[in-house]
Structures are given as C-alpha cells and as structure tokens.
C-alpha cells in the first residue's frame, strides 16, 4: 500500500508540474567532453592540462571567444557565486582542486573577488588531503554546520518518514553536540535546505565526480545539488527507486533549479561501484571531464558510462534506483532520453 501511495505521488507531482508549465527542454540537450588521458597519471593531476580542459568546455557551453567572457555571460557582478564540490570520496577522489582553481580563475577574471566566492560541501573533513588551502587559493571553502546550516524557513516535504539524527535541524533535543544516545527516536517527512543554497548564493557552478551511488544510481549533478543540501537525506538513500525519485522533485525547487547555470563533471578519476565514498578498486583514470547547461542530459550520459563499467566487472545495474534522471525530464528539467542528447566531443 505505501509503494502504491508513493507511486501516485510521484505520478501526481509530473502531472502537476507538467500542468503548470513546465514541459519537457523542446530543443535536444548538447553534452560536451574534453579527453586528455596525459591529464592525470597516477592519481595525480596536470594542472596546466585541466586548466586548459576546463577552459575549452566553458567556451563550448557558451559559446564565447574569450575565457573572462564565457563566465560572465553565467554570472553578472552582482552575483554571489558558489561552487558546489563532492567532497565525499576523501583525498582520491573529491572534485579535483585544479578543476575548482580554474574555475576561480575564470570567474576572477570576470571580475569576481576571490574572496567572495564560495566553494562548498555537506563536509569538507577531506579537502586538505586533496590539496585545497583555502588560505592560499584565496575563496571561502565551506561545509554545511550541523543543525544550525539549515534553514528553519524554506524546507521540502515528501511521502517519506525519515528518522532524525544528530545533526538534522528537528533533531530533538540538539543543542550542537553529539549525544550519546537518543532517549527515543524521532522521525519527519520534512528536509531543511541548507543556508548556502536558500540565502548565501545567488547563481551556483555545480562540480560533481562521474561516481556511481549505490543507493541513488549515480552521485551526479542532480544527486550532488539535493542530497548534500538538506537534511533528514537518508530517506532519499536506501535503495528504493521511489526514495530516489523523489531527487528529481527536490532539485526543481528554485532555490536549485534557477540557481544552478553551469554543470561540470569531474571525470578524471571515474568510480563504478561504491561510491561516492571512495572505493580504488572499483576506479578507473578516465581523464575526461564533460559539461553542460543541462544537469539531466549530463547525468544521463554519464550513468550509461558508468553501467558499462559495471557490466564488464560482472556488477548489478544501478540505474533501477535512478529514476529521478528520467523523473526529472518528464518534470521540465532537462532531457533524458537518448535521442533527445547530442554529445560533442571537443578533441584535447
């Protein structure tokens, strides 16, 4: 009965968004890679050669002439830009620190402060090991504070009772350190977005790794915006195609949907089983990245990259519990379907 009553939900929320205009992307969606297999050796990145990678993918996306150009026809001055890592896979496999300094880079030269950009994650415990120094590089590196990083104000509700923990915004009895034990346990069907996303960016640059989820299909664009932003989340990650369709909703809120302009995805280090925790046996130097202005297309191209791995390792699919992706073209967000994707390779 309650997979019944979440289906129609799910079924409901399509027709309504559908209802109220927001039709599926009307042109097909272009997805553009860059390869440089001399771009990282060893786990260790070239860091002219990803610059140089990142460089040519924003001026594809946008199809300006000049670097400085390309990153201001996504942001405008007045912006307050964050760019949004996956810092779960630890030292090996968090976004790369060279993708995120050009990054900077490009959009300081489009005139905004160093300073005031702000590169962040649910947790950023990892990113010394991966080389960020926030001190150095000159941006603000940010995780979301437990309990007090989410925002009592703007939250998602859905037909699934998560149990809270520590850390949750409705955490019983969470004064901002760990207890030892709850005396009982509390559940709610609400998500609190963090304050990062809800009020301290304006447009977001979302840089996610080419990671599989084993409970979400693939820690991609849309995953890398919705899990890590919100709280009670692991309703969202247990495996049940239902749970995780419900990304897709999550993601078409504004305060992602309309914020997020550029997707770049981190495939210099690919993982096809295990992730986004890190997991070496099951990782592969791919020495790719891809980009695009749609998170879905992108998403998509890369879960069927990922399935092919899978399958030569004699591993299960994982695109059963990644139905948001499809979830997400029916609710106007992108396009997934094959035919509806160009992908355009742009040479080293």
Known sequence: MLIRNVALVLFCAISWGLAQGQQPAPTPSIVYTVRNPDSIKQYKTNPHMVREMVNRLVLAVTGEADVAKAWGSLVSPSDRVGIKISAAGGDLFTTHHDIVN????????????????????????????????????????????????????????????????????????????????????????????????????????????????????????????????IDNW?????????????????????????????????????????????????????GTLYASKDPVALDAIALKRLEEWRKRGNLRPVGRVAAYIDLAGQLGLGNSAANRIEVRNIGR
Not at 139 to 163: E, M, R, W
Not at 250 to 272: C, E, H, R, S
Not at 273 to 285: D, I, L, T
Request: charged share 15%.
């Open 102 to 229: 050009a990054i900077v880079d490009g959009l300081a030269a489009a005139g905004h402060p160093r300073s005031s950009i702000v590169v962040w994650d649910r947790s950023v415990g990892g990113i010394k090991e991966a080389g960020y120094r926030p001190a150095v590089d000159g941006y603000q590196v940010k995780a979301i504070a437990p309990h007090d990083g989410y925002d009592a104000k703007v939250t998602q509700s859905a037909p699934l009772v998560g149990k809270l923990v520590w850390g949750d915004f409705e955490f019983v009895g969470d004064t901002g350190k760990m207890p030892l034990f709850a005396d009982t346990d509390v559940t709610s069907n609400v998500s609190h977005f963090s304050k990062i996303i809800s009020s301290e960016v304006d447009k977001v640059i979302n840089v996610p790794v080419m990671s599989v989820s084993e409970t979400n299909g693939i820690a991609g664009c849309i995953y890398n915006m919705t899990i890590p932003n």
């Open 234 to 286: 692991r309703r969202f990650a247990q495996g049940s195609r239902f749970g995780a369709g419900s990304l897709a909703e999550i993601y078409a809120n504004p305060l992602i949907a309309k914020k997020v302009v550029f997707n770049l995805m981190d495939g210099l280090i690919a993982q096809y089983a295990g992730g986004p925790q890190p997991q070496p046996n099951y990782a592969v130097h791919h």
